[in-house]
């Protein structure tokens, strides 16, 4: 399976710093997909990145992808006690599913 | 604009009771729908997905199934419950099988 996996697993940061999560999948894909999941709810889409792409940007957020590697990173930038959270990376293959990662948990101390 | 409905938000049901966990979304037609179910500190996992009406493929072997009676309503069922069904499970629906959107999940534990 093209399954993705999120590194470090926990990370607590202060606020106003920056927070970078890493994902590592296993076979190709047509994109990848970061979401996020406070305690208990459903989960947010955050951004989608394309294979062809290298590098997205959303407001504080931005997303690399290394298709060579086959990995991504998500940077959170001027971190807020609000963005404790879990994040997920999801790979999305030739199938259209998704196959989630195990998350990162976030933890930002204000 | 689209809304997905989850219920009921937390289940609590003995070992080899049914099971049936209804997901509807709003604001569009045609769309792809997914259950997952997350175990507690982990990723999610794909149980089903739906491309139409009485279309349904699964994912994983399990105690699970699930239907697609309209266009716009995913049931997930069990006939009886385990106790490893025990978990949250979520819904989603997509447009065009890229992002996905999510409902708020049920809380199912299974005694």
């Known amino acids: 399976s093209q399954q993705g996996e999120e590194d470090p697993q926990a990370l607590s940061i202060q606020e106003g710093e920056n927070a970078t999560m890493n994902c590592s999948y296993k076979?190709?894909?047509?994109?990848l997909q970061w979401y996020r999941q406070n305690s208990g709810r459903g989960l947010v889409h955050l951004i989608l990145?394309?294979?062809?792409?290298r590098e997205k940007h959303s407001g504080r957020l931005r997303v690399t992808l290394d298709t060579s590697k086959k990995s991504s990173s998500l940077l959170i930038t001027a971190s807020r006690a609000a963005d404790t959270a879990s994040y997920f990376c999801?790979?999305?293959?030739?199938?259209?599913?998704?196959?989630f990662g195990s998350g990162t948990q976030l933890t930002v101390l204000p | 604009s689209q809304t997905i409905h989850q219920w009921p938000a937390t289940l609590v049901q003995p070992v080899g009771s049914p099971l049936s966990l209804e997901c509807t979304v709003e604001?569009?037609?045609?769309?792809?729908l997914y259950w997952y179910r997350q175990a507690a500190g982990r990723g999610l996992q794909l149980l089903f997905y739906?491309?139409?009406?009485?279309?349904i493929s699964s994912e994983v072997p399990q105690n699970l199934s699930a239907s697609r009676p309209q266009d716009r309503q995913f049931i997930l069922s069990s006939k009886k419950l385990l106790l490893s069904d025990s978990g949250f499970y979520l819904c989603?629906?997509?447009?065009?099988?890229?992002?996905?959107?999510f409902g708020p999940g049920t809380r199912l534990t299974v005694l």
């Open positions: 989603a629906w997509s447009p065009y099988m890229d992002e996905q959107f």
């Open positions: 076979t190709s894909i047509n994109n």
């Open positions: 990145i394309r294979s062809n792409e």
């Open positions: 999801a790979a999305s293959g030739s199938a259209r599913q998704l196959t």
């Open positions: 604001g569009t037609s045609n769309p792809n």
């Open positions: 739906s491309v139409g009406i009485g279309q």
